[in-house]
């Protein structure tokens, strides 16, 4: 399909699972009697965000995909309303343990999963403690409405996601967050910076973009992280054409023409005229 309408939401999370995972139904409920055909949900938001600190007790909280009851429900949702839904989720494979997303097609089927590919580890971000870096790849996954990139919260500051996604193909990028206050200093305020990091994607790779944020402020026994919101939709030429703010709990949608944009980006040749042979240099971390 051709024209598409995309939903980003915002939602606070507490500790209550069955709390959480019946507001992000809600809003995927909502975001389709508003016309979307896709819905972006934040980054793990069955759970409160608890990488906050380091503590065992929520290795518990990782589920094996296969035997997790928050896919079969959110499957059946995708089928009944008839919407592409990514969800995020913590996995568990044998000993390791992941920060994925199953892309749920628009009749209930998956057809993908990815895991989170770069793990960040900063106060109050304690990821590497929970996650393994993700073994799948970066991914262009075909849905009923066209080839969707997904990366995860801190994937979307690397160019090289959003690129190698859209080298798969994609025609859209998707990137579920939780992404807020610094505890190490909290006069840092990156919202403007995160928005115009993946701006860039956008513009760069010519297709839209979404990204879901968290709202509210989640607190652990010594930190406390106050989630920016911000979430927005860009164009496929990096302007923001529908956001949301701090604090709002809710749903935002924008709607756009695939062919169209792919005919632009295609008139662009920015693919035709990439030189892959200069670029070895980001093969390897001191470009050696």
């Known amino acids: 399909m051709s024209e598409i309408t995309i939903a980003i939401t915002q939602m606070s999370c507490t500790g209550d699972t069955k709390e959480n995972t019946a507001k992000a139904e809600d809003l995927v409920r909502q975001a389709a009697d508003e016309g979307a055909d896709l819905v972006l949900l934040p980054e793990l938001f069955e759970t409160p965000y608890f990488c906050i600190d380091q503590d065992p007790k929520h290795f518990g909280r990782a589920h094996i995909a296969d035997n997790n009851p928050l896919i079969p429900r959110f499957q059946k949702l995708a089928a009944e309303l008839n919407v592409v839904l990514p969800v995020s989720y913590f996995e568990r494979a044998g000993n390791a343990r992941f920060n994925s997303v199953n892309m749920i097609d628009a009749d209930g089927s998956i057809a993908g999963r990815y895991r989170k590919s770069h793990i960040p580890q900063n106060p109050g971000y304690e990821e590497k403690y929970y996650f393994s870096p993700g073994d799948t790849g970066f991914q262009a996954l075909q849905t009923r409405i066209g080839r969707v990139g997904c990366g995860i919260c801190w994937d979307q500051w690397f160019p090289e996601t959003a690129r190698a996604m859209a080298l798969k193909g994609a025609e859209i990028l998707l990137f579920p967050t939780a992404i807020g206050s610094e505890p190490s200093d909290p006069e840092t305020d990156s919202a403007a910076h995160w928005r115009r990091v993946m701006q860039g994607h956008a513009g760069a790779n010519f297709m839209p973009l979404a990204a879901s944020n968290r709202v509210g402020t989640e607190t652990s026994d010594d930190r406390s992280i106050t989630f920016y919101g911000t ?15 701090r604090t709002e709990e809710g749903v935002a949608t924008a709607s756009f023409d695939l062919d169209a944009i792919r005919s632009y980006r295609d008139d662009w040749g920015v693919f035709r005229d990439r030189r892959p042979d200069l670029y070895g240099a980001i093969g390897s971390l001191d470009a050696s």
């Open 231 to 245: 979430s927005f939709i860009a164009d496929h030429t990096g302007a923001i054409i529908v956001d949301m703010d």
